[in-house]
């Protein structure tokens, strides 16, 4: 299982002051204490996911939330698909390791 992933944006997003700009966001295995942020921020808006995944993308990428949420949603699907392999709990099926 890959434990870092570099994602190419299809649309670079940049900060609200322009200082900032990113074409790529570089994301990493979250630990347990962001995890446990991310579960906190869904069981506050129940009703998306949205938030709370870009809060735990915000977390291992270190961009934050107000310049990921100018993000396009293919690129914000890329990254939610490598963080639920870490949110699944069944991080040892790849290597056989029960």
Known sequence: ???????????????????????????????LIEVDQFYDAQTKNPNSSLPAMRLLIALVSNIPESVLKKMAISDFNVCREF???????DQDSSNGND
């Open 83 to 89: 963080l639920l392999v870490f949110l699944s709990g």
């Open 1 to 31: 299982m890959e434990k870092t992933k570099v994602v190419q944006l299809s649309r670079r997003i940049e900060s609200n002051n322009g200082k900032e700009v990113y074409e790529e966001i570089h994301l990493r295995e979250p630990v």
